[in-house]
């Protein structure tokens, strides 16, 4: 072991040492994003570990996750570390825009929001010597070496909450040479939090520490309605009643490259249901607004969803371009097929809104790390998640749940069910964050509890 840890260091000074040396060209590539509209072009500073709000004073909790889906597992933990410490500042930072852009109007005002600092000794230096934070709470499979090793160094408690790990990830860090620098990082946490039982089994073998290790279950089954606003309101409610006399379905979090197979089976879907409307929401915005710009071109009545423009009669493909809305879009729906599965190296994407709002369910079968998901409710209910293996199946699908109203309304109760029975127990089992204040009144420790193990570390304020 002493071996182990030694060439563990060994491995973090040599990487500690490239991204020293790279960070001129790490912070040309940052600039290069902001030109691409990938970073903020005013806050890009906070990339560098510079702050942009000033530190309040009074202990820190630094929650940190990479992007909307992450971003949004942590909110119902984050609201209970408010609610729970009132006296704690809660710092939140994202890496992506599309996170930005939704969770800063949806976060608690009282939040701290930053982007997240880039993984150079100089941005993460700069970053923990400002913020200093008490503990590092880190969700799902943020493993950078110079913040994990940084932090331990300062005395910084570490968690990862929904904790997990790729398949591919997986094979890199087992080969021999990286093995042990993995090692070293995971030994500094003090709690791990997999999503799943074959997550957990993945950081076991590759050397977490067994006694840090504790079952909560997917944080992505209690992700908060974050509603919208007045005017979204509005609009949703008008979308509802253009399409209640059509047959709808939606293919969301579509990614590149999966386009052609939705358009493709909306062209057989066409052809024997003529009222049909397929509502298509890419992943990216922007990608949805070059999908709307093309089938403009070969003829197609196409409406953008932020433009707010009513369905015309011969409408039948609605594009969403906007962040935020899917759990209330799913709702117009009784039918949702879910996106960045359907080809190979996809991952997919969270399954669990669409079954709460009662859609009907579908999903391709490259979906990486939800395979627990759905593992998990095709177990409670066959008929709660129908996996398709392409186009082809795709359309047969979609043809017998439009044309037997019996089955589509089995599928969707089945999906309801599976998705309630497996949210309900997450409500008390999963991690949260409480405070015990001292016969002064005073916070003397954090602890983050899992109630089904009675797991728990303490920080000393």
């Known amino acids: 072991m002493a071996y182990s840890t030694k060439k563990g260091l060994l491995l973090y000074n040599a990487y500690r040492t490239i991204t020293y040396t790279l960070s001129p060209l790490i912070r040309l ?31 820190l909790v630094w929650f940190h996750a990479v992007s909307l889906g992450e971003g949004m597992s942590a909110v119902p933990v984050i609201r209970e570390c408010v609610r729970k410490m009132p006296n704690v500042n809660v710092l939140m930072t994202i890496t992506t825009m599309s996170a930005f852009e939704v969770l800063r109007n949806w976060l608690p005002s009282e939040i701290i929001f930053q982007f997240s600092p880039l993984d150079t000794p100089g941005s993460i230096d700069s970053f923990l010597h400002y913020w200093k934070p008490k503990a590092i709470v880190l969700m799902e499979s943020e493993l950078w070496p110079n913040l994990i090793m940084h932090a331990s160094k300062n005395g910084i408690t570490l968690a990862l909450l929904n904790a997990r790990m790729s398949e591919k990830s997986f094979e890199i860090w087992s ?52 509603g919208v606003n007045g005017r979204g309101r509005k609009s949703i409610d008008d979308l509802r009643s253009q399409l209640t006399h059509k047959q709808v379905w939606m293919a969301s979090s579509i990614h590149r490259g999966e386009q052609e197979i939705i358009l493709g089976v909306h062209t057989t879907l066409m052809q024997l249901l003529p009222n049909i409307v397929t509502i298509i929401a890419p992943r990216h915005p922007q990608h949805g607004r070059e999908i ?56 997919g994407h969270n399954i669990s809104e669409a079954a709460s709002a009662g859609c009907a369910v579908l999903t391709g079968s490259h979906i990486g790390h939800f395979s627990h998901m759905v593992l998990e409710m095709q177990r409670l209910s066959p008929l709660s998640i129908l996996q398709v293996s392409g186009k082809i199946e795709l359309e047969k699908t979609l043809i017998q749940l439009f044309t037997n109203a019996t089955l589509l309304e089995a599928h969707r109760i089945a999906a309801k069910e599976a998705f309630s029975r497996l949210s309900s127990d997450i409500v008390t089992n999963v991690l949260f964050i409480y405070w015990k204040p001292t016969t002064n009144l005073t916070i003397n420790s954090i602890q983050f509890v899992e109630l089904s193990s009675s797991h728990q570390f303490n920080l000393k304020m």
């Open 29 to 59: 590539h940052l600039r290069w994003r902001i030109f691409q509209g990938l970073d903020h072009r005013s806050r890009w500073p906070e990339r560098l570990g510079r702050p942009s709000v000033p530190r309040r004073p009074g202990p």
């Open 175 to 226: 080969r021999p040479v990286l093995l042990p620098l993995i090692s070293l990082m995971l030994s500094k946490f003090s709690l791990i939090a997999p999503l799943s039982t074959e997550q957990g089994i993945r950081f076991q073998l590759l050397q977490a520490p067994p006694g840090i290790i504790s079952f909560s279950g997917d944080l992505k089954y209690v992700i908060e309605d974050f």
């Open 292 to 347: 709307a710009k093309k089938l403009e071109k070969e003829g197609h009545n196409v409406i953008l969803r932020s433009q707010h423009k009513k369905l015309k009669p011969d409408t039948n493909i609605y594009v969403v371009d906007t962040l935020g809305e899917l759990r209330h879009l799913y709702m117009l729906t009784p039918i949702a097929v879910i996106g960045g599965s359907f080809l190979p190296r996809s991952t």
